[in-house]
């Protein structure tokens, strides 16, 4: 079975502190993504990677930071969290050039 | 730029009752379409796709039919079951930067009462 793993299912963090967000995928896939989901306003892209140490900034960057050293792993980065970044956020993966999409099951992330 | 937009939620029907989700989209060229499915506590699966004008994807009883005419991706279901209770996401696949990025609609919330 295909598998994306996030590190957390809940967080939570005061103002102001650094946060990492982990995403890993065992499908060798060459896209990454992350996304934060808030109601009524479906998934927002944040940021992307089509290769390893590649990035690209999606919808709604700012904020955020992301790095991928390797390919498996994506990492999401709050510099200095804010309780406008309280949201769910969903990790996926993907072929390239591929549009199907497979997610982890999502971090939910309380900043206080 | 691209977009898609669904019907309003929340959405409650009977056990059995047939099911439409309304999806429309604005896009440029030819993008492939997709309903993912979120259930309680999970992250998105990927429910369906169609790749082409006029294909219709299919699963676990669902079907959406690609129509470019109307620019719609509606879903269907002919008799829904408790277990259909999620959220429903109709998304666009457009090509940025060498990867195929999703553009989502807001999400329809589905709850089936026994």
């Known amino acids: 079975d295909v598998k994306v793993t996030q590190s957390s299912r809940y967080l939570v963090k005061r103002t102001g502190e650094k946060v990492f967000l982990e995403c890993v995928q065992d499908?060798?896939?060459?896209?990454m993504f992350w996304y934060r989901q808030d109601p009524g306003l479906g998934l927002r892209l944040i940021y992307f990677?089509?290769?390893?140490?590649?990035?690209e900034k999606g919808d709604i960057p700012e904020g955020y930071s992301v790095s991928r050293e390797k390919k498996e792993r994506f990492s999401l980065i709050l510099e200095s969290a804010s309780t406008n970044q309280t949201s769910m956020y969903l990790c996926?993966?993907?072929?390239?050039?591929?549009?199907?999409?497979?997610f982890g099951p999502g971090t939910r992330l309380t900043v206080l | 730029g691209n977009s898609v937009t669904q019907m309003e939620g929340p959405v409650t029907l009977s056990e059995e009752a047939f099911l439409t989700i309304n999806c429309t989209y604005t896009a440029t060229g030819y993008p492939s379409l997709f309903w993912y499915v979120q259930y309680p506590g999970e992250g998105l699966q990927l429910l369906l796709k169609a790749t082409k004008a006029d294909d219709k994807g299919s699963n676990k009883g669902f079907e959406a039919t690609y129509r470019k005419e109307t620019t719609s991706f509606h879903l269907e279901k002919g008799s829904v079951q408790v277990s259909d209770s999620a959220v429903y996401f109709c998304a666009l696949s457009e090509l940025i930067q060498g990867a195929q990025k999703l553009v989502f609609g807001q999400g329809t919330r589905l709850t089936i009462n026994p």
């Open positions: 996926a993966s993907s072929r390239v050039l591929r549009g199907e999409q497979f």
């Open positions: 990677s089509y290769d390893v140490k590649m990035k």
């Open positions: 499908m060798d896939h060459e896209n």
